[in-house]
């Protein structure tokens, strides 16, 4: 039977759970696991593909065409989990779905109500997503802080399944804030009251995780356990720390595999996560490191770009070189802007995905001078259709290339909706989503670095390539290297007469991880570390 660990936070929201939940995921797959993670989102929306950027940070986008939180991305970077729409669960999927059932008279003239009908369903979904996993244990996140309204519900749903199933089935870990004083004094009442409100809705923890900005005293240890009622060795420090792949090997080595496995009644063994520990010192002890510069929409938040961060870092990882990203607002730059001073020291140039008109043509400068210079240069989706406007502007002369997403009324549109866009009627959900099948041209550079001939890779996009300008760039200079195996959409450029200049309209950085970088970002890394060389 599948075993459960519930993951919960109190104090304040954006501490980490999905860090912790992921780092555990990844530590008990060295035992021999079979982990299934699954993220809780009390929000009402169905998924935050129609959220802000600076609302809800990065969309991890699926293999199956999910919208999902970001933390399903650090899901999948940390361990093997197999993650679909199944792992993600929302206040607004959950009511969706009970309502829908009330309409078709599944209740059968009952009254519908929180307890039981959407506990229930809550449930159901945690159960069918773990089995259907076929997972020894699945680690369930809860979003949101304990205390929140919008929480009440799935937290019922966790105490009606610690109930009703055998006690070694189940654990609750929660995480928590030790807030620090300028006497560099660690406050833990606020952990305390949040175990309290914990409890009142009849969840025990078994475990205790404390984010600070150092390691736990053992005098703080034994306070929290005193005034939690919880072992003293299952209060956990989560400090701070250079490099979050370091979180697994900080708590393993307080042993935080162990007590979760004692709990739920399974045999434990000494495991190393040797792997783990060389990523780290790379990443630590790299002789060089490069600058690259990150152009981008939505700079401002952290955990916008969140999967391309991590994945510049594995690439950087797999060519032993540590990447400083030097991050700059498209909407900073302008033709009065002087880009020399702007790429100094740089060594390679990415510009990520995005949406809209704000921020997006004055990409044209910075992708121009990358092209002219010969600085590697990489794209994704909005990036890839910014180089072929800049392409069509400043080699084909079409001054007025345009996406007709920005001017629909414009005459040269190089960059269209989708055919299947055109009947669309919602924003949510409705994009080109998930994985598809795509066909490389084998003498490319985005041929060489995979490999291979043909490969599957994730989208997000409503806008293409369009298909009678294809000629016209092709014999000009822009190679597409790469197309959709059935609508022949373009799926990659690259510049004929440059080391390295790629875009690609699918986004690689959903399949990248630590232990397995992603080809294009270890290419792109490659040759910007080349760059580097040649112009130290």
Request: with cysteine; charged share 25%; hydrophobic share 35%.
């Amino acid at each position: 039977m599948v075993k459960y660990v519930f993951v919960t936070g109190g104090v304040c929201s954006s501490l980490g759970k999905g860090l912790v939940a992921a780092s555990l995921g990844c530590i008990l797959e060295h035992h021999k696991k079979k982990i299934c993670l699954i993220k809780v989102d009390p929000y009402i929306n169905v998924d935050p593909g129609t959220m802000s950027p600076y609302q809800h940070g990065e969309v991890y986008v699926t293999d199956d065409g999910a919208e999902t939180d970001l933390d399903l991305g650090t899901y999948s970077r940390f361990t093997s989990s197999m993650l679909s729409r199944a792992n993600s669960i929302t206040t607004g999927q959950v009511y969706n779905e009970v309502i829908r059932a009330e309409r078709e008279g599944q209740y059968l003239g009952r009254t519908v109500q929180v307890v039981p009908h959407i506990t229930n369903k809550i449930k159901r979904k945690i159960y069918e997503c773990a089995e259907n996993a076929g997972a020894d244990i699945a680690i369930i996140e809860l979003g949101g802080t304990v205390g929140d309204i919008e929480s009440l519900p799935f937290l019922e749903a966790v105490r009606q399944i610690m109930y009703e199933r055998p006690r070694e089935d189940s654990l609750s870990l929660h995480l928590v804030l030790l807030p620090v004083l300028s006497n560099n004094e660690k406050k833990t009442k606020p952990a305390q009251h949040s175990v309290r409100d914990l409890r009142a809705a009849g969840i025990y923890p078994d475990a205790l995780v404390c984010r600070s900005p150092s390691q736990l005293l053992l005098e703080e240890r034994k306070k929290l356990s005193l005034f939690t009622s919880i072992r003293e060795d299952s209060v956990i420090s989560a400090h701070d720390c250079e490099d979050i792949y370091e979180i697994p090997l900080i708590l393993h080595e307080q042993k935080l595999d162990h007590i979760v496995l004692r709990r739920l009644g399974l045999p434990t063994k000494i495991v190393a996560l040797q792997d783990w520990k060389n990523i780290v010192e790379v990443t630590k002890n790299a002789e060089d490191s490069l600058d690259i510069l990150f152009v981008g929409k939505y700079i401002e938040q952290s955990d916008t770009y969140m999967s391309v961060d991590q994945a510049l870092q594995h690439g950087g990882i797999s060519n032993k070189v540590r990447v400083n990203l030097r991050k700059v607002n498209a909407e900073e730059i302008n033709e009065d802007t002087d880009l020399s001073e702007l790429f100094s020291g740089v060594s390679g140039v990415i510009v990520p995905g995005g949406f809209g008109i704000r921020g997006a043509l004055e990409l044209i400068y910075p992708i121009e001078y990358a092209r002219l210079n010969n600085i590697p240069f990489f794209s994704i989706c909005l990036g890839m259709q910014m180089m072929v406007i800049e392409f069509s502007r400043n080699v084909l002369g079409l001054k007025d290339a345009q996406s007709s997403e920005f001017h629909p009324e414009t005459n040269n549109p190089v960059i269209s909706l989708l055919e299947e866009q055109d009947t669309a009627q919602e924003l949510g959900g409705t994009m080109r989503l998930g994985s598809s099948k795509i066909h490389l041209l084998k003498d490319s550079v985005i041929g060489r670095a995979y490999g291979i001939s043909e490969i599957f890779e994730r989208h997000r996009h409503r806008y293409e390539v369009t298909q009678r300008y294809v000629d016209q760039l092709a014999g000009n200079g822009l190679r597409l290297s790469a197309k959709d195996s059935i609508n022949e959409f373009i799926e990659a450029v690259e510049w004929k007469d440059h080391p390295w200049g790629v875009g690609v309209q699918f986004h690689p950085e959903l399949k990248s991880k630590p232990l397995d970088p992603h080809p294009l970002y270890v290419s792109f890394i490659k040759h910007a570390l080349q760059f580097y060389y040649e112009n130290k």
